[in-house]
């Protein structure tokens, strides 16, 4: 099937669907002359379909919307991550996909380190010692104290553009950073030193803390499982900003129960909401937050941004989208 053409801009219809973000008000904002609506539940979204043009969604994406869309062109993620997109339907059905790939890059990143110091300085302990009013005394044990990141290792197992951002703010604490990419010809991204994906095990020795930007594919399903926990250096720290799954979970429970594992910082599970009955809820070794690395004040904006950019792409009729999928 050839792929649809976008109607004049008088005519176009674009819906955006989340249970949360307002986009509708930021793409009406700069964006005059088209119709915009916005679906908040999956029925609402179901229902609208039909007279719709552009659509821009994440998780509350099904495939057999394509089956209810006959004026669809053009489908804008709202998320980096794809798994939901059956691409070869949408080549069937002439229907273009773009991710959001680069929007949250700088965000997650910030959320990583934040993540780090929080563990390094203590920072959640302190919390909870604020919320039981009680100063906390000196501390003999240097080991039990807060620690600096100056001269430690950090692996970063993914070095795409979320890896390579935070290359760049670790090397601003002077940290040593080493990285692990699909393909380490495409340069070290910030990194001191860059391997392929295949040398994990071998890399991980090394790092004091080990950060996962790496997206979920079936590579990196259970990436961090036992035998990788085993090689990791005692006492080292895991910060999980890509996906649950990547993490085996009761791998990283008993790693972190045994004391092979120092400490985690973890802002994706491999089921979300996390269960209630979760032995990470109560960790004290674990900073939990409830996968909200990429949401930021400036979420919908940044994703208005490739919008615009690709459907002035289609307009034009040019080739290619930005984070065109396929």
Same mark, same amino acid.
């Given at each position: 099937?050839?792929?649809?053409?976008?109607?004049?801009?008088?005519?176009?219809?674009?819906?955006?669907?989340?249970?949360?973000?307002?986009?509708?008000?930021?793409?009406?904002?700069?964006?005059?002359?088209?119709?915009?609506?916005?679906?908040?539940?999956?029925?609402?979204?179901?229902?609208?379909?039909?007279?719709?043009?552009?659509?821009?969604c994440?998780?509350?994406?099904?495939?057999?919307?394509?089956?209810?869309?006959?004026?669809?062109?053009?489908?804008?993620?709202?998320?980096?991550?794809?798994n939901?997109?059956?691409?070869?339907k949408f080549?069937?059905?002439?229907?273009?996909?773009?991710?959001?790939?680069?929007?949250?890059?700088?965000?997650?990143?910030?959320?990583?380190?934040?993540?780090?110091?929080?563990?390094?300085?203590?920072?959640? $302990?302190?919390?909870?010692?604020?919320?039981?009013?009680?100063?906390?005394?000196?501390?003999?044990?240097?080991?039990?104290?807060?620690?600096?990141?100056?001269?430690?290792?950090?692996?970063?197992?993914?070095?795409?553009?979320?890896?390579?951002?935070?290359?760049?703010?670790?090397?601003?604490?002077?940290?040593?950073?080493?990285?692990?990419?699909?393909?380490?010809?495409?340069g070290?991204?910030?990194?001191?030193?860059?391997?392929?994906?295949?040398?994990?095990?071998?890399?991980l020795?090394?790092?004091?803390?080990?950060?996962?930007?790496?997206?979920?594919?079936?590579?990196?399903?259970?990436?961090m499982?036992?035998?990788?926990?085993?090689?990791?250096k005692?006492?080292?720290?895991?910060?999980?900003?890509?996906?649950?799954?990547?993490?085996?979970?009761?791998?990283l429970?008993?790693?972190?129960?045994?004391?092979?594992?120092?400490a985690?910082?973890?802002?994706?599970?491999?089921?979300?909401?996390?269960?209630?009955?979760?032995?990470?809820? $109560?960790?004290?070794?674990?900073?939990?937050?409830?996968?909200?690395?990429?949401?930021?004040?400036?979420?919908?904006?940044?994703?208005?941004?490739?919008?615009?950019?690709?459907?002035?792409r289609?307009?034009?009729?040019?080739?290619?989208?930005?984070?065109?999928?396929?």
């Open positions: 099937m050839t792929t649809k053409q976008l109607p004049p801009r008088g005519e176009l219809v674009v819906l955006f669907a989340h249970a949360a973000y307002q986009l509708g008000v930021e793409l009406e904002r700069r964006m005059a002359g088209v119709r915009i609506i916005e679906a908040r539940t999956l029925d609402e979204f179901r229902a609208k379909m039909p007279d719709v043009h552009v659509a821009s994440s998780m509350m994406w099904r495939n057999e919307l394509l089956d209810v869309a006959p004026k669809l062109v053009f489908v804008q993620s709202v998320s980096a991550g794809m939901q997109y059956d691409v070869a080549k069937a059905a002439g229907v273009r996909l773009a991710s959001a790939q680069g929007v949250n890059a700088r965000a997650v990143a910030e959320h990583a380190i934040a993540l780090i110091l929080s563990i390094a300085r203590k920072l959640h $302990t302190g919390r909870d010692n604020q919320h039981r009013k009680f100063w906390r005394g000196m501390i003999s044990d240097p080991g039990q104290r807060e620690d600096e990141l100056g001269g430690k290792t950090v692996l970063i197992v993914g070095l795409g553009g979320i890896g390579g951002r935070l290359a760049q703010i670790c090397k601003a604490f002077d940290m040593k950073v080493i990285a692990t990419r699909r393909d380490p010809a495409k070290a991204g910030g990194a001191d030193e860059v391997f392929a994906d295949r040398e994990l095990m071998q890399v020795p090394r790092a004091d803390i080990v950060v996962l930007t790496c997206p979920i594919t079936p590579e990196t399903t259970s990436l499982n036992a035998a990788a926990f085993a090689r990791m005692p006492g080292a720290m895991l910060i999980n900003v890509a996906r649950g799954p990547v993490v085996d979970e009761p791998a429970i008993a790693a972190l129960q045994s004391g092979r594992l120092g985690a910082g973890i802002d994706v599970t491999v089921e979300e909401p996390l269960a209630a009955a979760s032995p990470l809820w $109560t960790m004290e070794n674990v900073v939990l937050t409830p996968h909200t690395a990429g949401e930021t004040q400036a979420y919908e904006a940044n994703v208005v941004d490739i919008l615009l950019e690709n459907l002035g289609l307009e034009r009729g040019e080739a290619r989208l930005r984070n065109e999928f396929a």
